[in-house]
């Protein structure tokens, strides 16, 4: 199987905007992403993504416990 490229993504956002995406992405589960998927292949590949950007917060400082 060939790997699927990556994509690079500069983002801007203010300190309380990444504090509540941070912390929405903390609270998301499976569930949450397959409520608004075409299938379950859908959302696991959106709970996949979501978790790089949940993990990319967390080196930037934005980790909530």
Do not use: Q, S
Not at 22 to 42: N, P, Q, S, V, W
């Amino acid at each position: 199987m060939a790997a699927t490229p990556l994509v690079a993504i500069n983002l801007e956002l203010c300190d309380d905007g990444a504090n509540v995406l941070a912390h929405f992405l903390k609270r998301a589960g499976y569930t949450t992403y397959r409520l608004h998927a075409r299938d379950d292949d859908e959302a696991y590949a959106t709970f996949v993504a979501a978790e790089h950007l949940r993990r990319a917060l967390a080196a930037a400082g934005y980790d909530p416990r």
